[in-house]
């Protein structure tokens, strides 16, 4: 046995999958979770799932302990209810896992050996490869090329460094330690989908945390994409109009710019949406980013008391006792 072997104390760690509909992706899912080398126990939180997710998660999987809500509380909110779990119970890490991604054997061994070594990181994530795992997740691959030039250029060459700093990861695959919980929070539980995860990871950057790529560790992300799939027209537009109000909404709490200069920037940024929407011909698209945006101006006032709040939290926000889920 090697010495790293021989040193390595597993930490307290939960996995938390929230599920919606979570279809064929939820075996490979928690299957992964038993099968990882790094011990960590897990808890399902199912959004009022009508797929027969809820069956094959009390049948297939009873040792699993799941929260079913009556309704669909959004990803965040969601989360939160484990988060809460995770700080009243003692747990050194928490693992985010979306529903359709899933762990390599090593993924959290990896993570957390790296992070007990470098504890100044709020978030870590795995690289995020595809479902076949021959590639990486193309919109993983995009924006971490986008925001580190190293890693492009290392890549290029073939020396990846052991972890890139990122100003933003997608939360389908992350590890929070227990520090960040106790200075963060939880989710914003503004945010349905979409939003979310950018809006935690600013909090992070404000308060001195760093998030970081681990290159070491690998997990895959399947996309079960139903951002494009048919839908009736009002489902397809309502569900674009909120995604659109979080995006807005989001891009306002960005803490480096003030109340103007952040009204300016979400609008530019459904501009170039609904322009690009537009030309694709996707016209019911176009039409739900601008409505989303208007719905985003009604909800300003919201929006300042969180950013002067999450700018100055003292304390963990969203996943206090008193918000938690009622039976």
């Not at 484990?82 to 747990?91: D, H, I, P, Q």
């Not at 985010?96 to 709020?122: E, R, V």
């Not at 100003?167 to 979310?196: C, H, K, S």
Request: proline share 6%; aromatic share 14%.
């Amino acid at each position: 046995m090697s010495p790293e072997k021989q040193s390595f104390n597993p930490p307290n760690s939960l996995a938390i999958v929230v599920t919606f509909n979570a279809g064929p992706w939820i075996h490979p899912c928690i299957s992964s979770i038993q099968k990882s080398s790094y011990p960590l126990d897990c808890m399902v939180i199912d959004n009022g799932s009508t797929d027969g997710t809820i069956h094959v998660l009390e049948t297939e999987y009873p040792e699993v302990p799941c929260i079913i809500s009556p309704e669909n509380l959004g990803f965040g909110a969601g989360n939160n209810i484990g988060l809460r779990k995770a700080l009243s119970e003692g747990y050194d890490y928490v693992f985010l896992l979306n529903q359709d991604a899933w762990l390599q054997k090593d993924t959290l061994k990896q993570l957390i050996l790296f992070h007990q070594t470098h504890p100044d990181y709020g978030i870590i994530s795995p690289i995020h490869l595809d479902r076949d795992g021959e590639n990486l997740d193309p919109r993983f691959g995009n924006r971490l090329s986008m925001k580190s030039s190293a890693f492009r250029n290392d890549t290029l060459f073939q020396r990846l460094e052991p972890c890139y700093d990122v100003d933003f990861v997608n939360a389908a695959l992350w590890l929070i330690p227990r520090r960040t919980l106790e200075q963060i929070g939880g989710f914003n539980d503004f945010y349905f989908m979409y939003g979310e995860d950018g809006d935690y990871c600013a909090r992070c950057l404000v308060h001195g945390m760093k998030i970081g790529v681990v290159t070491e560790a690998f997990a895959h992300h399947a996309r079960h994409n139903h951002h494009y799939k048919p839908r009736p027209l009002l489902q397809n537009l309502s569900f674009h109009i909120r995604e659109w109000h979080s995006w807005s909404y989001e891009t306002f709490l960005e803490f480096d710019r003030g109340f103007w200069p952040s009204i300016r920037a979400s609008f530019h940024r459904i501009w170039i949406r609904a322009n690009q929407e537009f030309l694709n011909r996707r016209y019911t698209i176009a039409f739900a980013v601008v409505i989303g945006w208007l719905q985003f101006l009604l909800t300003i006032p919201r929006a300042k008391r969180d950013k002067f709040k999450l700018h100055n939290e003292v304390r963990p926000h969203f996943i206090e006792e008193s918000d938690s889920m009622h039976d």
